[in-house]
């Protein structure tokens, strides 16, 4: 795994790392490999998927660079797509070979890395795509909440639009696609707990109180206590 790391390093080198941008994606995408390794030996899997799960923790935003570089923001919306880039970088330009990985993972690797960042799972993938596609899910969703805990990443401001109000009491995800405004944003991040899959990410939210952390950050306390005090709720539920 040294190795891949080394590779992923020189990846993330070729860009310029003087930029905080750039930086903070290169420690996410390391954070969100060992996250991937503690879900996936929570779910006793052994150690060549956990292996898998690793790598696919460590590239799923390798287009991250090239985004920033070319877009200067993070935003897919305004931007690109940058699941799809990914495996465009990795699987057209062969740049996955590098990773020394065995072919028959590839698929594997190359549906995990590409819905990383949708709305939802197809339905159409086989279990073990899927399998890899819920484990880097959460884990990239447990340090989003992380890095919204840093009070300099967060913007507030705007209305909360009825929409994305109406589908977080419904316990839906929100599209970007309908997120207007900052305040619509920080509702949309916390609305992803409910795409969570696993236990232990509900586990993992409850004993480090994250969710309270980025509440604590906020200036407008009042506007989103209700959301907080819900979300809140629903983690206890889904914990039993």
């Known amino acids: 795994m040294d190795k891949r790391r ?8 070729h860009y310029d790392i003087r930029k905080t941008a750039i930086e903070r994606k290169y420690y996410h995408s390391l954070r969100v490999m060992d996250l991937s390794i503690l879900i996936s030996r929570y ?22 660079f ?15 797509d940058h699941g799809d880039l990914a495996v465009k970088r990795l699987f057209e330009n062969k740049e996955i070979v590098d990773y020394d990985l065995d072919v028959n993972d590839y698929e594997t690797v190359y549906t995990a890395i590409k819905y990383h960042n949708k709305i939802a799972i197809p339905y159409s993938l086989g279990n073990r795509s899927k399998l890899f596609c819920k484990i880097i ?11 919204r805990t840093n009070k300099s990443l967060v913007k507030e401001g705007g209305d909360i639009s009825l929409k994305v109000e109406e589908n977080f009491f419904n316990e839906q995800s929100i599209n970007k696609m309908d997120v207007m405004s900052y305040n619509d944003e920080i509702i ?5 707990i409910y795409d969570l899959n696993f236990d232990y990410s509900y586990e993992y939210l ?35």
């Open 188 to 192: 949309s991040v916390l609305a992803m």
């Open 206 to 240: 409850d004993k480090s109180q994250l969710i309270w952390k980025m509440y604590s950050v906020l200036e407008d306390k009042k506007r989103f206590e209700k959301y907080f005090d819900y979300i809140d709720k629903y983690i206890k539920r889904r914990m039993g």
């Open 66 to 80: 090239e985004q920033w570089t070319k877009y200067k923001t993070y935003s897919d919306k305004d931007s690109i």
């Open 6 to 13: 080394e590779l992923f390093r020189k990846h993330y080198e």
């Open 137 to 147: 899910r959460d884990a990239d969703k447990l340090d989003i909440f992380y890095l």
């Open 43 to 64: 779910l006793g899997l052994d150690d060549k998927d956990i292996t898998l799960a690793s790598i696919i923790g460590l590239l799923h935003d390798y287009a991250r």
